[in-house]
């Protein structure tokens, strides 16, 4: 299993601008997912991206992957207060690599 | 609700008390995990079953005992436990297929403060 490191560990923005946050990781994957946390909650799956896919989207999110940099990113356009969370990359590898180990995440605050 | 639910929401036990926690899932789900998070470190994977079996143990100290009776219950049983083990305990499962996705679906966490 490998774990994702976000960046930048913060961000904060104005409500109405896009977030961007970033996710590195070491090995080869299978896909890798993105995850949302309110404070003092559990995780939600936001958005899953396999590797032969370079870009995805979901509503406000956008998720880029690129894999001969071992990157990804998500966008959350137009954001608002309630994205306020801590965001989580998890890359999955396959076979006994898939379990998902999480980073810190970046904690992102909206101000209205 | 996620369909993944764990009791007790918050628990406040002493170091020489035994406790339980509590994970169940709705999902027909064939993987379940334990997850520990504490302040300012990344989420640590403690436990993986996969169709009732451990399938992963990441060094977690012998003070912390799970246990998988079938695959949509999950325990993590607690004894003589210290401080630094409060933190928030999320359980997890997931459908797990051989090159598929394995997406968790979490619980809302037990919050544990160990006096």
């Known amino acids: 299993s490998q774990q994702g490191e976000e960046d930048p560990q913060a961000l904060s923005i104005q409500e109405g601008e896009n977030a961007t946050m970033n996710c590195s990781y070491k090995t080869s994957i299978n896909n890798l997912q993105w995850y949302r946390q309110n404070s003092g909650r559990g995780l939600v799956h936001l958005i899953l991206?396999?590797?032969?896919?370079r870009e995805k989207h979901s509503g406000r999110l956008r998720v880029t992957l690129d894999t001969s940099k071992k990157s990804s990113s998500l966008l959350i356009t137009a954001s608002r207060a309630a994205d306020t969370a801590s965001y989580f990359c998890?890359?999955?590898?396959?076979?006994?690599?898939?379990?998902?180990?999480f980073g810190k995440g970046t904690k992102l605050s909206v101000k209205p | 609700e996620t369909g993944v639910t764990q009791t007790p929401r918050h628990l406040v036990m002493g170091m020489t008390n035994k406790k339980s926690l509590k994970c169940e899932q709705h999902l027909g789900h064939n993987a379940m995990y334990w997850y520990k998070q504490s302040a300012k470190k990344p989420l640590e994977l403690m436990f993986v079953y996969s169709l009732e079996e451990r399938v992963e143990n990441n060094s977690v100290p012998s003070r912390f005992s799970p246990e998988c009776p079938n695959s949509s219950h999950l325990f993590l049983h607690l004894h003589t436990l210290q401080p630094e083990d409060s933190a928030l305990y999320l359980c997890?499962?997931?459908?797990?297929?051989?090159?598929?996705?394995?997406?968790?679906?979490f619980g809302a966490g037990s919050r544990l403060t160990v006096l």
């Open positions: 991206i396999r590797s032969n896919e």
């Open positions: 998890a890359p999955r590898g396959g076979g006994s690599q898939g379990n998902l180990i």
């Open positions: 997890a499962s997931s459908q797990d297929v051989p090159g598929g996705a394995n997406v968790l679906t």
